[in-house]
């Protein structure tokens, strides 16, 4: 979801309603679980809300059936948050 083009003021909204639309698709039970989950943590990444992208990114990168890629990729954050929480 790129915000970074829309003023200042809407980013924030733009990202809370994404937020809203995404949390019932990462419910256990939903087909799009996964993908919703990464959304939901990149866009927490977007709102400096490093903690919730964190417990987010964990939770996919232990997660044994989490794809393969979206699993490293998930790791990655994970390392990239804990890497600025140490500064």
């Not at 990464?38 to 987010?56: H, M, Q, W």
């Not at 890629?69 to 990655?76: E, Y």
């Amino acid at each position: 979801l790129e915000v970074e083009h829309l003023p200042a003021e809407h980013q924030a909204e733009a990202i809370e309603l994404a937020l809203k639309k995404l949390e019932p698709l990462a419910a256990p039970a939903e087909p799009w679980k996964y993908l919703a989950l990464e959304l939901i943590g990149i866009l927490a990444y977007k709102k400096n809300d490093f903690p919730k992208a964190t417990d987010t990114f964990l939770q996919l990168a232990q997660d044994p059936d989490v794809p393969e890629g979206m699993r490293s990729r998930a790791q990655l954050m994970t390392q990239t948050l804990a890497s600025q929480t140490v500064h």
